[in-house]
């Protein structure tokens, strides 16, 4: 970021996003009036630039009040906070917060402005001119799904629950800022809708590269948009701080693996691609070809399965040995392969197309969905495997981070990157 002592800067005169910077948390605690304890005690921890970290945690462990003290909604009682380089304890806190994107639950647009007038609420405090605004709040639009001709003129109350958080985060996007704050902000949608957004924000991610902080109850949500994920127990006190994989291949102790919860390891396959593993193949023949030459490359082993293929290469039937000694022909022995997935589906997708087949196998297809080689069980659980086992030294505990392993953590030391 830039020397000088100023916000970290949004909307750069270029096209080009502006990507995300560092933060730095240092011991940083609030004592709230009247408490006996602190809400957040002593937390340190870095959040690189360009990454999304997911803060997780019980109910009032502290997860807003270390994220509202990034942008100064609470201050700091202690400690240090650094954005981009720049302790935000010396900036002007109205400046700082125009340089962050913020979005939560409970959306916050005001009432009495319409879409495009919330959308474009701080382009105008930081002084853009009108034109310029009026683009970036359609080009936001855009870009969360809403045509701006139907949306830019309704008010708040005239939109779904949905739509009013899309123009929540079109908003906290507007300025370009290069650090985004999300509290919970897909919260009070129903799940398909819920899903939607995050599956957005993933893509919008994708090409923004913004350092964002998302709060979130929801374990699941924190393995699909975080880069990382901070486990947080009481007073914030950082329980793990790693990759969704290696919380979920290893987690650092008893409170942790209860916040994983159950089913860990097929959450997992949600983090591999088809792509990520070898294919195995099996033996093919065409529609038009005789059962027993089939059979005959099949073998006589039990349990052998083989796939049948239209003259263009996609795959038809399963088959078995059993299916082609009964059958006259290709095109009808056998049973139908009705769902297929391809190299960018996950493993999870594989595993759902591997039970619904019944073979034992999921098929893969390319592109025009000519096939290209099968996943069995045997590889993905082998892929559950290495993926532990990547995460694990010796010891059982996780690999080369300090202060991650179980017990080992005092909140100050769960800092991925030092
Ligand atoms: N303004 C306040 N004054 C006093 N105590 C507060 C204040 N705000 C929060 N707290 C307390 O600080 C602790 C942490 O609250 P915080 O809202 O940060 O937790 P959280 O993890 O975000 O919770 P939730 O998931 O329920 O939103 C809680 O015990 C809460 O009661």
Redesign the pocket.
């Known amino acids: 970021m830039s020397e000088t002592n100023t916000a970290p800067k949004p909307g750069g005169e270029s096209d080009r996003a502006t990507s995300g910077v560092e933060i730095r948390l240092e011991n940083v605690t609030k004592q709230?009036g009247g408490?006996r304890h602190p809400?957040v005690d002593s937390v340190t921890m870095t959040i690189p630039a360009g990454e999304t970290v997911v803060f997780v945690?019980p109910?009032?462990?502290?997860?807003?009040?270390?994220m509202k003290m990034i942008n100064r909604l609470i201050e700091p009682t202690s400690g240090r906070i650094t954005v981009g380089g720049q302790d935000v304890l010396r900036l002007n806190p109205d400046e700082l917060r125009r340089g962050i994107g913020y979005a939560i639950q409970q959306v916050g647009l005001l009432p009495h402005l319409t879409v495009s007038q919330n959308v474009g609420l701080v382009p105008g405090l930081i002084g853009w001119d009108k034109s310029r605004i009026a683009e970036r709040t359609e080009e936001m639009l855009d870009l969360v799904g809403l045509d701006p001709a139907e949306y830019r003129d309704r008010f708040p109350k005239q939109l779904s629950g949905g739509q009013q958080q899309r123009v929540g985060v079109a908003r906290a996007l507007a300025a370009d800022p290069p650090v985004l704050l999300m509290d919970e902000p897909f919260g009070a949608v129903d799940p398909i809708t819920r899903g939607n957004l995050q599956d957005e924000l993933m893509r919008l991610q994708e090409e923004m590269g913004k350092t964002i902080v998302f709060?979130t109850?929801d374990f699941d949500e924190a393995v699909k948009l975080g880069d990382r994920i901070a486990v947080l127990g009481y007073q914030s006190k950082i329980l793990q701080y790693d990759t969704p994989e290696a919380i979920l291949a290893n987690p650092a102790d008893e409170t942790v693996a209860g916040f994983v919860g159950a089913g860990a390891a097929l959450k997992q396959l949600t983090l591999r691609r088809v792509r990520d593993i070898e294919l195995e193949q099996l033996p093919t023949a065409t529609a038009g070809e005789e059962p027993a030459a089939f059979a005959a490359r099949l073998g006589g082993r039990r349990g052998a399965v083989g796939l049948v293929l239209d003259e263009r290469g996609r795959p038809l039937r399963w088959v078995t040995r059993r299916d082609l000694d009964r059958s006259g022909s290709l095109a009808t022995a056998g049973r139908p392969v009705e769902d297929s997935v391809d190299r960018a589906s996950t493993l999870q997708d594989a595993l759902e197309a591997l039970l619904t087949a019944d073979a034992g196998y999921a098929v893969v297809t390319r592109s025009r969905g000519q096939y290209a080689g099968v996943v069995g069980l045997d590889s993905l659980m082998g892929t559950i495997r290495a993926l532990r086992e990547q995460y694990e030294d010796e010891d059982g505990t996780p690999d080369g981070r300090p202060g991650d392993g179980p017990g080992g953590s005092d909140g100050g030391s769960g800092a991925a990157h030092a």
């Open positions: 709230y408490q809400a945690g109910s009032g462990c502290g997860k807003t009040t270390t709060v109850h």
